[in-house]
């Protein structure tokens, strides 16, 4: 079995040093907020579809560390009334 974290709950690090976090864990996969109700902290995601760039950069940083992402969360309020 393979463990996974859900990146959020590293929100204060910058996207490079949670890579750097989590495999200190010995976890090589994770669970990005790509958005919902989350401020998104790691995964930018217009700007990553908007630059070639940065979308390279941003796998690139996965791939160093031979990392990858599970699932991509965009979760909402099931409470909320609308």
Same mark, same amino acid.
């Given at each position: 079995?393979? #463990?996974? *974290?859900?990146?959020?709950? *590293? @929100?204060? =690090?910058?996207?490079?040093?949670? #890579?750097?976090?989590?495999?200190?864990? %010995? /976890?090589? %996969? $994770?669970?990005?907020? @790509?958005? %919902?109700?989350?401020?998104?902290?790691? $995964?930018?995601? !217009? !700007?990553? =579809?908007?630059?070639? !760039?940065? *979308?390279?950069?941003?796998?690139?940083? #996965?791939?160093? +560390?031979?990392? +990858? /992402? $599970?699932?991509?969360?965009?979760?909402?309020?099931? =409470?909320?009334?609308?």
């Amino acid at each position: 079995m393979k #463990l996974a *974290l859900c990146t959020d709950v *590293l @929100a204060d =690090l910058p996207f490079a040093a949670m #890579l750097d976090k989590v495999k200190s864990y %010995g /976890i090589e %996969g $994770v669970e990005m907020t @790509a958005g %919902g109700w989350s401020p998104c902290p790691h $995964v930018k995601t !217009e !700007e990553l =579809l908007a630059s070639p !760039e940065k *979308l390279e950069k941003f796998k690139q940083e #996965l791939a160093e +560390r031979e990392m +990858r /992402i $599970v699932a991509l969360n965009c979760s909402g309020n099931p =409470l909320a009334p609308e």
